[in-house]
Nanobody
Framework: VQLQASGGGVVQTGGSLRLSCVDSGRTFSRKAIGWFRQVPGKEREFVAV????????DLADSVAGRFTISRDNTNYTVHLQMSNLKPEDTALYYC????????????????????????WGQGTQVTVSS
């Protein structure tokens, strides 16, 4: 799995962005894919995760109702659609593959430590201006 995140940029509060995560290695179709974000000086934060078949997902409370996650295994791509962006969404966004399983664990806090996630891409910067 070789993941590459893209689609970041600078937007105003209330704006939208669509991030993409592409697997150039074309092997991620059986793996759950997650999005995480990090601000300098702070711990990495879970944002969203989607199962290998796209039928189940989980979103952090901070983005639920504003972000959606989807995947297209035909094109080895996972998207993170971000709407109604807020300044606190400003961060470097990473995608990563859960190499231990393809399903989503429906337990609060499970993804906080990103256990099992590997193949982190270089990230894409999202900046939301107030």
């Amino acid at each position: 799995v070789q993941l590459q995140a893209s689609g970041g940029g600078v937007v105003q509060t209330g704006g939208s962005l669509r991030l993409s995560c592409v697997d150039s290695g074309r092997t991620f179709s059986r793996k759950a894919i997650g999005w995480f974000r990090q601000v300098p000086g702070k711990e990495r934060e879970f944002v969203a995760v989607i199962s290998w078949n796209g039928l189940s997902f989980d979103l952090a409370d901070s983005v639920a109702g504003r972000f959606t996650i989807s995947r297209d295994n035909t094109n080895y791509t996972v998207h993170l659609q971000m709407s109604n962006l807020k300044p606190e969404d400003t961060a470097l966004y990473y995608c990563a593959a859960d190499t231990t399983k393809g399903y989503v664990v429906a337990r609060r806090g499970y993804y906080d430590t990103a256990t099992g996630f590997h193949s982190w891409g270089q990230g894409t910067q999202v900046t939301v201006s107030s």
